[in-house]
């Protein structure tokens, strides 16, 4: 089945701890995206990659961290840095020069 | 920098009533306007785009006209279901594709029977 998926769907973290986000894609489209999504705040952009090896930070990156090693992977970590994690994150894939961005189904984080 | 303004929610119509959820915008160059819908529980999904000035985008029965001389992207559908029920989110990329898209906060819509 071709797309986009995250996983996990829900995942709980204990304060103090990294956590790792998955998303994966076989699309082979180039750019990937992080989205974090909060209540009554639309979508924020936290790091995106155009091609593989190379990221760049978004609007709120202070407390994530992201590699690109293979062009199908945009793993998101979630370190103990971030201080209120606790959000629905989001992973999108575009095509360069397209205008349609797919996203995932989203990994809602809670730390306890 | 680039920001996306859309009225405030929940809004709740009555099957069949007439929808708008205003969006306008403010960007530095000619931006590509979206509106995305989530359904509980879910990521995004494009429901429409335009990609420069008096553009109409429109799928299943919703329509947003790229209006510059306004900077606005209003959404509308002339019939809502309660399938419709999502919160629905206008977006621009300034790059003219859908790179490092901006959000609006999103519009709760509730479609009652």
């Known amino acids: 089945d071709g797309g986009i998926t995250q996983s996990p769907k829900y995942l709980f973290r204990k304060e103090g701890q990294n956590v790792t986000l998955s998303c994966e894609q076989n699309?082979?489209?180039?750019?990937m995206y992080w989205y974090r999504q909060d209540p009554g705040q639309g979508l924020r952009l936290i790091y995106y990659?155009?091609?593989?090896?190379?990221?760049q930070k978004g609007d709120i990156a202070e407390g994530y961290s992201v590699s690109r090693e293979k062009k199908e992977s945009f793993p998101l970590t979630v370190t103990s840095a971030q201080k209120n994690p606790t959000a629905f994150y989001l992973c999108a894939i575009t095509r360069q020069g397209s205008t349609e961005a797919f996203f995932g189904q989203g990994t809602r984080l809670t730390v306890v | 920098g680039d920001s996306v303004t859309q009225m405030e929610g929940p809004v709740t119509l009555s099957e069949e009533a007439f929808l708008t959820i205003n969006c306008t915008y403010t960007a530095t160059g000619y931006p590509s306007l979206f509106w995305y819908v989530q359904y509980p529980g879910e990521g995004l999904q494009l429901l429409l785009k335009a990609t420069k000035a008096d553009d109409k985008g429109s799928n299943k029965g919703f329509e947003a006209t790229y209006r510059k001389e306004t900077t606005s992207f209003h959404l509308e559908k002339g019939s809502v279901q309660v399938s419709d029920s999502a919160v629905y989110f206008c977006?621009?990329?300034?790059?003219?594709?859908?790179?490092?898209?901006?959000f609006g906060t999103g519009t709760r819509l509730q479609v009652t029977l």
């Open positions: 990659s155009q091609i593989v090896n190379d990221f």
């Open positions: 699309l082979n489209h180039d750019a």
């Open positions: 977006a621009l990329s300034e790059s003219g594709t859908a790179s490092k898209l901006t």
